[in-house]
């Protein structure tokens, strides 16, 4: 992702410190497990154009957006204090660090959205399908919890599920060819959110791909 206007930030940050969590600063905020249907978590969050609408659509849901690059998560958390949005809160981490920072079996679900694919075999560990990542999605979600991914990348799509497979997972369900435009009634489901990436792919025609994966 090219990050622009690095200058801006501190004063992004400042303006939207609300809407962050630091775990250094203390431990995971009990309420919004308790105050709040579901918990959701986006690994890789981006400028935070997926969490926003769904966060809107879904007040009753609490969304957490993880993503390593400040830079970028600071115009995540401007976007969503612009637009009032209340059950919402971002991190600044990297999710390979981030294995105590949630209470075990916390998250209802993880979305990895258009990952980097890392297509070198050589960085293979640092694609967010890896295990190491998938013993941090394991220990945080809940019993009856799922992830979702969505991607443009064929390859990375192909060799995340079998990832899950091999750690384990039971893919629920695979579309090769997600639509534009949702069945009615499932607009505001995640698979049919557009995140900031796919809105690029979507321009170029490109087929989106979406799983489901589940522990059981
Ligand atoms: C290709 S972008 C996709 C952003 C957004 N999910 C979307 O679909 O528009 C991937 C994002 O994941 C972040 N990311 C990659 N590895 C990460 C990690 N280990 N922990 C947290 N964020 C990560 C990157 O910094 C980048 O912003």
């Not at 019993?143 to 991607?151: A, D, H, V, Y």
């Not at 009615?184 to 690029?200: A, D, P, S, V």
């Amino acid at each position: 992702m090219r990050i622009r206007g690095k200058d801006k930030v501190p004063e992004l940050l400042h303006k939207s410190a609300s809407l962050f969590f630091n775990p250094e600063q203390g431990s995971f905020p009990s309420e919004w497990l308790t105050a709040y249907h579901h918990v959701e978590l986006e690994v890789g969050c981006g400028r935070g154009t997926f969490l926003s609408q769904m966060a809107s659509h879904h007040p009753t849901t609490f969304y957490i957006g993880i993503e390593k690059f400040v830079e970028i998560i600071a115009r995540a958390a401007t976007l969503a204090l612009d637009q009032h949005i209340e059950n919402i809160r971002f991190i600044h981490t990297d999710i390979g660090r981030s294995l105590d920072l949630f209470p075990p079996e916390s998250m209802h679900t993880i979305y990895l959205n258009f990952s980097d694919p890392w297509p070198r075999r050589r960085n293979e560990i640092k694609r967010l399908t890896h295990a190491r990542h998938l013993a941090v999605y394991r220990h945080i979600l809940q019993k009856n919890g799922i992830l979702e991914l969505k991607t443009d990348n064929s390859p990375f799509f192909d060799w995340s599920l079998q990832s899950l497979r091999k750690d384990g997972w039971v893919i629920q369900d695979v579309d090769y060819r997600v639509a534009d435009l949702a069945p009615q009634g499932e607009e505001t489901r995640g698979k049919y959110i557009q995140t900031e990436y796919e809105q690029k792919f979507r321009r170029l025609q490109l087929p989106i791909f979406h799983a489901i994966a589940s522990l059981n």
